[in-house]
């Protein structure tokens, strides 16, 4: 479906708005566990909207204005960390830089433009009566780093939820799964000695068996929508010098998890099957989903968008209630050199999530 244009005044108001706090925002810097400076930018735009907001850390989050204890509450969540920009980069990553219909800049994509294009949204839909839910806006820190002062942090003090919708760049599409993420630090053990004598207990080829088990094994249970359970050797160190045989080998695994499977239940079947000592960094980081019978999932589909399974880990991974990822951009721009959104991106984005919440609030 031809997604409408925003024809009335006030949605080029929300446009210009968003547009102009993204820029601001790209010209601040907000690594992980330093987004203070953003956060009262965030604030700013409340207060220039007259809304009331509230702040913990680096996480601010703001009520509709007739917010009602007994309706269900809708959760709007983006983050506005950044991770480092990348090496690659041939622009200022700090430089709001608009060219061939593009905002080059780092965060544009990841999650800037889904983060003002939710709060365009808020503020559309800030003081209307009647709603038929609730609405809590959150701007969340470290979801780069998925550490523990974001969005879990807060969730507690938000009230109950019935769902949330994750701003991430999915071209306005809904992902509505998402893998979860296991990270296992292993350890295998061995015997040292001289290179040149026999030796049956060599830690290194120890780990070899053990990493081969992680290349080969297939979960039995299949989603639908995520696919396999996904394991992946990413970093190994044994040894120090060609003459010794090691008496360790360290190997990391990257472990995507489905909603078929707890990342406890995955961790106990790995312990069950290989012979290192594996420690996993986290077990909080759980695959999330919403079903696709979700009023806002229909909603979603009958104004034309698709839906599908997502593979990157967001804030959703954190959030317990029902979710899905929804916002402008594409993933495969996020953490690249030179990044970027369209400008039409952030426009239709503030249109589509208009839209398709007013088909059921």
Sequence with gaps: MKVLELQTEQHNILYQNALDLLKKLIATQSFSKEEDQTALLIEDFFKQHQILYHREQNNIWAYNKFYDKSKPTILLNSH?????????YTLNPFEPIEKDGKLFGLGSNDAGGALVSLLATFVYFYDKENLNYNLVMTATAEEEISGVNGVESIY????????????????????????????LDCLAKGTPSHAAHPNNDNALLNAVDDILWFRSYSFPKKSELLGEVKMTVTVIHAGEQHNVVP????????????????????????QQHVKSEVTPRSLRLNSSSIPLEHPFVQAGIAYGRKTYGSPTSSDQAVIPCASLKMGPGLSTRSHSADEYIFLDEIKDGISIYINVLSKIL
């Excluded at 506005?80 to 690659?88: I, L, Q, R």
């Excluded at 769902?163 to 306005?172: L, Y």
């Excluded at 008496?247 to 790995?270: A, G, L, M, P, W």
């Design 80 to 88: 506005h960390d950044t991770v480092k920009p990348n090496k690659s």
């Design 156 to 183: 507690s003090k938000l009230g109950a939820i019935e769902f949330a919708i994750v701003g991430e760049p999915t071209e306005m599409h809904l992902a509505i799964a998402e893998k979860g993420l296991l990270v």
């Design 247 to 270: 008496d360790k080998c360290q190997f990391t695994v990257d472990v995507r998890t489905t909603e078929n499977y707890s990342n406890t239940e995955v961790y106990e079947i790995i």
